[in-house]
T-cell receptor, first 113, second 114 residues
């Protein structure tokens, strides 16, 4: 069964460093999403992406965050200068144009020290 | 405003007990409804979903949920829980027929003791 894959599974970084989280969505999906889950809290929407542009973003997704699909397969989330409060599990998801069902990856755990 | 409420934050049950987790939503228009499960240290997995048709939907591992439109509810049920059902359960909603972002509830932590 096709699945969304994410790398790295866990990244530890120093505050102020740049981080790139990578996702390979399901191949025929056209809509892509990033969510995050701070430890013990709910899953929060960050951004959705369609047709090579952001379609919606939350207030969490400030200027420190960016997304791109550089090569038609990867979908990346970049945090320009990490803060302690960016420590969370980041989930990528993708969906097709029809069903509205999102398929989630296994997540990338980011720890900012 | 669009939102999902899960009123049970932490549920503790013994094996074989019956389970019902509440979910209420606020969303303008027709909705898709989902229940996701997150086992300790793992990612979100889809338990079941409602798009249209029979409001009683059956999912994996013996779970089911009933969409009651008049109550804006989508409660999750299982007649007899197992220790392996210990996990976090999230209700989620998005707009029907499109690819709206999913809005998640705060989650319910279920602990099942043998």
């Amino acid at each position: 069964e096709p699945e969304v894959t994410q790398t790295p599974s866990h990244q530890v970084t120093q505050m102020g460093q740049e981080v790139i989280l990578r996702c390979v969505p399901i191949s025929n999906h056209l809509y892509f999403y990033w969510y995050r889950q701070i430890l013990g809290q709910k899953v929060e929407f960050l951004v959705s992406f369609y047709n090579n542009e952001i379609s919606e973003k939350s207030e969490i997704f400030d200027d420190q965050f960016s997304v791109e699909r550089p090569d038609g397969s990867n979908f990346t989330l970049k945090i320009r200068s990490t803060k302690l409060e960016d420590s969370a599990m980041y989930f990528c998801a993708s969906s097709d144009i029809v069903s509205g069902e999102l398929f989630f990856g296994e997540g990338s755990r980011l720890t900012v020290l | 405003a669009q939102s999902v409420s899960q009123h049970n934050h932490h549920v503790i049950l013994s094996e074989a007990a019956s389970l019902e987790l509440g979910c209420n939503y606020s969303y303008g228009g027709t909705v898709n409804l989902f229940w996701y499960v997150q086992y300790p240290g793992q990612h979100l997995q889809l338990l079941l979903k409602y798009f249209s048709g029979d409001p009683l939907v059956k999912g994996i591992k013996g779970f089911e949920a009933e969409f009651i439109k008049s109550k804006f509810s989508f409660n999750l049920r299982k007649p007899s829980v197992q220790w392996s059902d210990t996990a976090e359960y999230f209700c989620a909603v998005n707009g029907a027929g499109n690819t709206d972002k999913l809005i998640f509830g705060t989650g319910t932590r279920l602990q099942v003791f043998p």
